[in-house]
């Protein structure tokens, strides 16, 4: 079965970085692209941009250029999400997901703080 | 950036009666191939998002048929028939028609 197992959650002080991974099984890694969405605790659900997972071509959204990157381990089926220089407001859970013509399949999320 | 409106914030409902939430675009998402892409996802409590309604009005696959989606090129309801306390969390609208994709803030189901 489809599957989006995302790595454990993080505890991070400000100014640091922090890689978060999410692993796809139960189909061609390659033939969807994969996208990333932020939570902040409490709130509601932010679009962060997406990979493509043929290319490795990455687009962020206007709020995450600079300090977000996406990336991939493409042998291993494998989208990466690293922040960096943390500030207290990525303190969130991290989603990603797979876009077919919407996102029909999410990872479990990944909860980062950022605290001193 | 499209934005979506949801109302109300929150809704408490007795079991078995009837919840409508609405999602207003501030674009049409009718796209030039005839699809209106706005969905409707429920946030389970302590999980992922999971999707109910795709292209405005259908079900997906394994959603009880008491899920229901409506709309016009701007303005959506969702409608959920005979409230079940498995209903409880925060329902969300998304627009994937274009870049950069949006949600509405939420809407957040209770049980009385």
């Known amino acids: 079965q489809i599957q989006l197992v995302q790595s454990g959650p993080e505890l991070k002080k400000p100014g640091e970085s922090v890689k978060i991974s999410c692993k796809a099984s139960?189909?061609?890694?390659?033939?969807?692209?994969m996208h990333w969405v932020k939570q902040a605790p409490g709130k509601g659900l932010k679009w962060m941009g997406w990979?493509?997972?043929?290319?490795?071509?990455?687009t962020y959204a206007d709020d995450f250029k600079g300090r977000f990157v996406f990336s991939l381990e493409a042998s291993a089926s494998t989208a990466n999400l690293q922040i960096s220089n943390l500030k207290n407001e990525d303190t969130a859970t991290y989603f990603c997901?797979?876009?077919?013509?919407?996102?029909?399949?999410w990872g479990q999320g990944v909860m980062v703080t950022v605290s001193s | 950036d499209i934005v979506l409106t949801q109302a109300p914030l929150s809704v408490s409902v007795t079991p078995g009666e009837s919840a409508s939430i609405s999602c207003r675009s501030s674009?049409?998402?009718?796209?030039?191939?005839?699809?209106?892409?706005l969905y409707w996802y429920l946030q389970k409590p302590g999980k992922s998002p999971q999707l109910l309604i795709y292209?405005?009005?259908n079900l997906a696959s394994g959603v009880p048929d008491r899920f229901s989606g409506s709309g016009s090129e701007t303005d959506f309801t969702l409608k959920i028939s005979k409230v079940e306390t498995e209903d409880v969390g925060v329902y969300y609208c998304?627009?994937?028609?274009?870049?950069?994709?949006?949600f509405g803030s939420g809407t957040k189901l209770e049980i009385k």
């Open positions: 674009k049409s998402l009718l796209s030039s191939k005839g699809i209106t892409s």
């Open positions: 990979i493509n997972t043929y290319t490795g071509k990455p």
């Open positions: 998304a627009q994937f028609l274009e870049y950069p994709f949006t």
């Open positions: 292209r405005m009005s």
């Open positions: 139960g189909y061609t890694f390659t033939d969807y692209a």
């Open positions: 997901a797979r876009r077919a013509a919407w996102f029909d399949y």
